[in-house]
Every structure is written in C-alpha cells, then in structure tokens.
C-alpha cells in the first residue's frame, strides 16, 4: 500500500487526499472542488486507479480573467495495492469530496467505476 500511499502525495497542491483501510476494502477520499459525477471518470484496470477530472467553472459575461489560478483537470494513475480489486467498487460525489471504495480480494478484471452524486 506505500506505493499508492507515496502516489497520492503526488497529486496537484488543489487535491487533497486521504486513503482507509478495513478488513474489507480500502476507502480514498479526495477532495475535488467544482467537479461533478459527470465530469469525472474512475477506472480500475490491472492494479492502477485512474482519475480523470476537470472542474467546470461559469464566467460572468462583463468579467474577463486577470489570473486564473483556480482551475483544476486532474489525470492521475496510481498504483493499488495488490489486494485491491474495482469488482464491486462503489464510488459517490458529494460536494466535491469523491469517497472510493475499493473491496479487498485476489485478483482484478479491469473494471469501470461508475460515480454518482450523492
């Protein structure tokens, strides 16, 4: 589990990160302001967590950007530990915090993690 534990230190200043363990399953929590269920993916595909996000953001027709430091497209791969499976993975956004649950078991078949608002 230190692999992905060093991996999600690596993410961009804006995402905050937090991984659980249980007896069942590992839980990553990240913190992704302005993105939405549709606007995100998670794939779980032969031990590697995959993260696609971008924040969508509306600009005010008479404003026009001086800086822009808000943004955030996030496409991450990360290691699992080996344990780790997307059979059965659960995912849920909420107010811009995605919560990943991703079961314990010996092997894993690639699987696409469908995310919903909560």
Known sequence: ??????????????????????????????????????????????????????????????YRYLTEDRSLFLDAELPLPPDATGDGAEATMRKGVLELHLPKSRGDAGTHVEVTDA
């Not at 990160?17 to 595909?45: F, K, M, N, R």
């Open 1 to 62: 589990m230190s692999a992905l534990r060093d991996a999600l230190r690596d993410l961009p200043d804006a995402v905050f990160a937090d991984l659980l363990e249980s007896e069942e399953a590992y839980l990553v929590v990240l913190d992704l302001p302005g993105v939405s269920a549709d606007t995100l993916d998670v794939t779980v595909d032969r031990g590697r967590l995959r993260i696609e996000a971008r924040r969508e953001k509306s600009l005010p027709s008479e």
